[in-house]
């Protein structure tokens, strides 16, 4: 049962058969995984480049013993402590317009989480030509203002969570509190778009 | 004066005003925007100043800033 023991068997089913992308393991990807392993998805396609740094460990989903890990490898291995046997195509790459569509061509719905306000919109741009819904996030960085973070539909494949303005800054660092609120929520839509629940 | 709907409020704009120029003007800061125009969603990257506006388009506008 595990994970599954909350989920009716029409639920179950139509969650462990969905494939979800995931573009980037960062603050927001790392812990939107989490919580897609923890409703009961089990296939993911995602992609980063990047290796653990001690300064990721105030938001992201990676431990101190992981630092200099790559963040694909030292992910797989933290989801799978929730549930063994998850199906993870996890590629170490740079995503770009051009290998956005291949990784995710079989997904049922894609995450933006991406740190840079360039590779959001690329990503979101690149996914509305596919016609595959994606969940973006915008706007997350700081404390407080926990009301401020809202889900924006775009339209019935496009929606953003975020307030839309609170970007990284010199004076606004991102923190797992508010990175966490957003990368839930991104997470709760994915949910409900799979099980065709009110978003 | 011909009106498009910008993120839900009349705004006025010139006859002939290419997307791209009435953006320009009206978020002249704004970058990253994902924008939805009568359902098309475009960015930046698109070549918006061979859009022409007609009136009662509808345009809204996401700003995506950094932080994940």
């Known amino acids: 049962m595990g994970v599954n023991a909350y989920l009716d068997p ?15 393991l960062g603050g927001l990807g790392s812990n939107v995984l989490s919580h897609l392993v923890r409703a009961g998805i089990r ?22 013993d992981q630092i200099g890990m790559k963040k694909t490898e030292a992910l797989a291995e ?4 929730i549930t063994p046997g998850l199906e993870l195509d996890f590629r170490d790459l740079r ?33 509305a030509k596919t016609g595959i819904p994606v969940v973006a996030a915008s706007g997350l960085a700081g404390f407080g203002r926990s009301d401020g973070i809202r889900l924006r539909k775009v339209n019935s494949r496009i929606y953003i969570a975020g307030d839309l303005v609170s970007g990284i800054s010199p004076d606004l660092a991102p923190a797992s509190p508010r990175v966490g609120i957003a990368a839930a929520m991104e997470a709760n839509t994915v949910v409900a778009l799979l099980l065709d629940e009110e978003i | 004066m011909p009106k498009v709907i910008l993120n839900g409020e009349e705004t006025k704009f010139a006859e002939g005003e290419t997307l791209g120029a009435f953006l320009r003007s009206r978020k002249p800061r704004e970058k990253n925007l994902i924008v939805d125009w009568n359902g098309r969603i475009l960015t930046e990257h698109d070549p918006l100043d061979e859009f022409t506006l007609s009136d009662g388009d509808r345009i809204d506008l996401f700003s995506m800033v950094g932080g994940g």
């Open chain 1, 43 to 64: 296939r993911f396609a995602a992609a980063d480049f990047d290796v653990v740094s001690a300064s990721n460990l105030n938001r992201q989903f990676f431990f101190a």
């Open chain 1, 95 to 127: 995503l770009t317009a051009e290998n956005i569509p291949e990784l995710f061509s079989d997904c049922d719905v894609v995450v933006e989480a991406f740190d840079r306000a360039e590779a959001k919109t690329m990503l979101v741009a690149a996914m």
């Open chain 1, 78 to 81: 933290n989801l799978r402590r």
């Open chain 1, 10 to 24: 029409v639920q179950r089913e139509i969650l462990e058969r969905a494939k979800v992308g995931v573009a980037g």
